[in-house]
Every structure is written in structure tokens, then in C-alpha cells.
């Protein structure tokens, strides 16, 4: 079926499109920011579901250590499983760095971001001779270890032990910023303006309100750089060892360094992760870094879409949110009442990753984009100087024009690298 529109990439309906779609995005964020700076209430068949900016921060540490995932796994095709390890040796180097050295957050990133590129590099040596759920065990062995490493003795000037390591730096927002007169502007719109507040911003949400926009800022760049590597030389290396490392080594793609790097590259990321959660809660607890966790970010690369950068984004929500609201649920329709009772309230988590991996096992990233595709495609320029092949007369002529269908919509909507197949 061929989409409603069909535009050309460099085409003003589509740079329009993009435009729109972008500004509609931002201004989205905006308003939740502000919507939802003090804790709100959210009521589904009479069952409660929070919603604030706290657990929205929580939830980019997620997508930002989802992201270095998408690297290893969902391009580079290891198993790995220990991503709660430099998640957590992220947040302590980052809590040990403002608390003890009086660093601000953001310059914690100097010392987090290397250090946690060469542990992950040298932890990354051992894929170069295993594979598959092998790699899976030992990463996972990580993952189960790192709580333990934390509290020994010998660490507990440095990581506070079983107590955790708190940081009473906060991040205040600058004092050019209007975030009062934004607020205000958004209180007087007709029938929404209610649910900004009334009057100005106290100073908790001023600083939430804050941190979320920054902690939004440094996704982007993240996603930003993730983008260019995938595009990049190196980047078609390492889907190139993805899809087949014997052929790969054929074309003289260097298998140890490119694995190599793109441990380091995802464990770099799960430490910038680390630092953005511990700059939301205050706290770095051994209990939060868990091989449970481990478990909930593959879940989350899953859930999302493996091997697509927007698929990071999805599962940080719904790793942050999912299980709360799911433990929130006290009554829904056909489940018997008795069933949403303590802990038994996760069974609606398990159904839905069941149904979703049997309905779309792409993620939901892969759905969305077979929605967009009924509705808009972008069909990809031919090169400069390109002459068109004329189309065959007769009856060819119909499966032709089904075969450019089918070419454009593939072209439009690769499920596995946000990017259009050459």
C-alpha cells in the first residue's frame, strides 16, 4: 500500500514536514516541563499513576545508557548484559567528584566519560575471543558483582558503603533564564492554563525544571554523536561485523578494534547515564545498581527498537515509568482484582512485553515507523546526473510500478538503522 504523501527528500514539502514535526517536539517539551514540575496525578480506571519531572530525569540516565547499548548490541550485534556496571561507575565517580572535589556536574563528565571508555575497553578484550550468551554470562557477572564492589571496606571512604554516596550539589538554574515569565505566559493560556501552576515557580521546581532541560540537552548531544559515528566509516565497520564478521574480516575490517571501541564507546555512555541519575536523586546507592537493572535496560533496547536511535528514547520511558504505574494498577477490566494485589501487580508489565514482542517484534519503534509509512513517505533523491530507466509498456508495466512501491517504502523505513538502504 503507497503512502497518502510521497515526497522527495530535498523537496519544500518535505524540509517543511521535518520543520513542523521538530517544533511541534520541542515546544512538547516545553509544556510537559512545565505541566508537570511538581508531581501530578494521572487517573486510568480509577487507578492513580504519577507523573514529574524527577522520574522524567530518571528516565534520560536510562535513554542515555539504552543509547550505548544500541551501540554494542544493536550495532556492533555483542550480547551484552552489564551495562548497570558503568552505569553505576558513573554515578559514583560523578558523586565522588562533586561531594569530595566540589566539581560541578557537568565537569565530572572530563574524568567519568574516560574512565569509563577504558574499563569498558579492557572489559571488552574478552569478545574478541567470545561470543553470544558466553558474553552474556561474563557481562552479566559484572553486572551481579558491582554491588558488592562498592561496599568493601577498603571503598567506603570513597562510595559511603552500604549507605550510598550523597551529594548535596544541586544544579540551579541561571538567573537570566525567565523561567518565571515562561510560566506565566503558559498560565494564561484559555482552558490548559490551570494545569501550569498558579503564580510563580517555587524554588524545587525552578531547579527540576532546570535539570530537565539540561539533562535534555546532553541526550541530544549524545544521540547527536551516536548518529554521526553509525554514518560514519567506522560505523558501517561495525554493522558490517553485525551482519557477518567473517566477511567482514575479508574486507579488512579490523574485528578487535572495532569491538574494542564499541564497548568502550556504550560504557562511556552508561556512565554519562550514571551521572545524570545521580545529579537527579542525590544519591548513589549500591541497591540501585543491581544486575536487576542490567536486566531492565536490555529490556528496555527491546522494547524499543534494537539497532535504532529513537528506540533508546522509548525504552527510558518505559523502564522509568512502566513498572510503577504497573505496581500502581489496583483495578483494570476482565483482570480479576485479586490478581493487581502486592507484588503480583507486575503481571501487567510481563503481559505487555509478551504481546509486544508477538505483535511487534521490531519494537515500538518499528510499528511507528509502519504508520508513518501508510501516511508519509520521503523517497530518496537519485545521484546528480542519474538518468531515470524508462519505465517497461504493456503488462510489465504494473509490476513495475509495484516494484518502485515496494523499493521507496524499504528505502523510507529500515527497522534496524535509522537510515535509508543505499
Known amino acids: 500500500m503507497s503512502a497518502r504523501f510521497v515526497w522527495a527528500a530535498d ?3 518535505a524540509r517543511t514536514f521535518k520543520i513542523v514535526g521538530w517544533t511541534l517536539f520541542v515546544l512538547a ?4 516541563a512545565f505541566a508537570y514540575a511538581d508531581t501530578a496525578q494521572l487517573t486510568i480506571f480509577d487507578n492513580g499513576y504519577a507523573i514529574s519531572l ?25 550480547l ?9 561507575t558513573g554515578a559514583y565517580l560523578g558523586a565522588y567528584m562533586v561531594a569530595d572535589h566540589n566539581w560541578p556536574w557537568l565537569l565530572s563528565l572530563v574524568v567519568v566519560v574516560p574512565a569509563c571508555f577504558l574499563i569498558g575497553a579492557l572489559f571488552g578484550l574478552p569478545a574478541l575471543r567470545i561470543r553470544g550468551l558466553y558474553l552474556a554470562l561474563v557481562t552479566l557477572g559484572m553486572a551481579a558483582t558491582f554491588p558488592a564492589i562498592v561496599q568493601l571496606d577498603s ?24 523561567l518565571d515569565g515562561i510560566a506565566a505566559i503558559f498560565q494564561k493560556i484559555p482552558i490548559i492554563g490551570q494545569y501550569f501552576g498558579d503564580g510563580d515557580l517555587s524554588s524545587s521546581e525552578s531547579d527540576r525544571i532546570w535539570k530537565f532541560f539540561l539533562f535534555t540537552v546532553l541526550l541530544a548531544v549524545c544521540i547527536w554523536l551516536v548518529s554521526n559515528l553509525i554514518k560514519s566509516r567506522a560505523g558501517r565497520a561495525i554493522r558490517a561485523i553485525r551482519d557477518n564478521e567473517t566477511s567482514a574480516a575479508v574486507s579488512g575490517i579490523n574485528l578487535a578494534k572495532d569491538k574494542t571501541l564499541s564497548f568502550g564507546l556504550a560504557s562511556a555512555l552508561g556512565g554519562v547515564g550514571g551521572v545524570v541519575y545521580v545529579a537527579e536523586l542525590g544519591i548513589a546507592s549500591p541497591l540501585d545498581f543491581t544486575q536487576l537493572l542490567a536486566i531492565n535496560f536490555i529490556v528496555g533496547l527491546v522494547v524499543g527498537g534494537v539497532g535504532t536511535l529513537s528506540g533508546a528514547v522509548i ?23 485479586r490478581w493487581l494485589q502486592g507484588p503480583t501487580g ?10 509486544l514482542t508477538f505483535v511487534l517484534p521490531g519494537g515500538v519503534v518499528a510499528g511507528m515507523r509502519k504508520i508513518k509509512g501508510r501516511i508519509v513517505q520521503i523517497v530518496p533523491q537519485p545521484p546528480a546526473g542519474a538518468v531515470a ?3 517497461p509498456d504493456g503488462a510489465d508495466a504494473e509490476l513495475h510500478r509495484e516494484a518502485e512501491e515496494i523499493s521507496a517504502g524499504s528505502a523510507s523505513n529500515d527497522p534496524l538503522t535509522d537510515e535509508p538502504h543505499n
Open 346 to 355: 507486575v503481571l501487567i508489565l510481563g503481559a505487555m512485553l509478551i504481546v
Open 80 to 88: 551484552v548484559l552489564g551495562q548497570s556496571f558503568f552505569f553505576g
Open 54 to 78: 524527577p522520574r522524567a530525569s530518571k528516565a534520560i540516565a536510562f535513554m542515555i545508557a539504552i543509547l550505548g547499548l544500541q551501540v554494542v548490541v544493536g550495532y556492533t550485534g555483542q
Open 315 to 337: 525504552g527510558g520511558i518505559v523502564i522509568a515509568f512502566v513498572p510503577d504505574w504497573s505496581s500502581s494498577t489496583e483495578e483494570f477490566p476482565v483482570i480479576p482484582e
Open 29 to 32: 517539551l516545553v509544556l510537559f
Open 389 to 391: 530507466p524508462t519505465p
Open 11 to 13: 523537496s519544500r514539502e
Open 155 to 178: 571503598l567506603d571512604e570513597y562510595t559511603g558503603g552500604a549507605a550510598g554516596k550523597s551529594v548535596d550539589s544541586d544544579l540551579v538554574p541561571p538567573s537570566w533564564l525567565p
